[in-house]
Nanobody
Framework: VQLVESGGGLVQAGGSLKLSCAAS????????MAWYRQTPREERAWVAV????????DYKDSVKGRFTISRDNGKKMVYLQMNNLKPEDTGVYYC?????????????WGQGIQVTVSS
């Protein structure tokens, strides 16, 4: 399993970024995907989640209305569109997936990508 994030960077407050996560090594269309972040104020915590067919999503309260998670099962990609970014959104963002395997729970993470929002 491999998850590779891209699209991070430096942006001014109020700006936008779109993160992408390229997935490989598993049947992408069968599993939910999530974005997590770790900030200077908070341990790694989930930000957004999407189910396997993309019809169900959920968001951390602080990003609702600003972030949108989506996926393209044909391309094996998951995205996080981030609008109206705030300095407190600064952190390392991770792509994640998990399932129950034959030997128990399995969880996979990307390497993380830095997002910095300047005030």
């Amino acid at each position: 399993v491999q998850l590779v994030e891209s699209g991070g960077g430096l942006v001014q407050a109020g700006g936008s970024l779109k993160l992408s996560c390229a997935a490989s090594g598993f049947t992408f269309s069968r599993y939910g995907m999530a974005w997590y972040r770790q900030t200077p104020r908070e341990e790694r915590a989930w930000v957004a989640v999407i189910n396997s067919n993309g019809r169900i999503t959920d968001y951390k309260d602080s990003v609702k209305g600003r972030f949108t998670i989506s996926r393209d099962n044909g391309k094996k990609m998951v995205y996080l569109q981030m609008n109206n970014l705030k300095p407190e959104d600064t952190g390392v963002y991770y792509c994640q997936t998990a399932w129950s395997g034959d030997s128990g729970p399995e969880e996979y993470w990307g390497q993380g990508i830095q997002v910095t929002v300047s005030s």
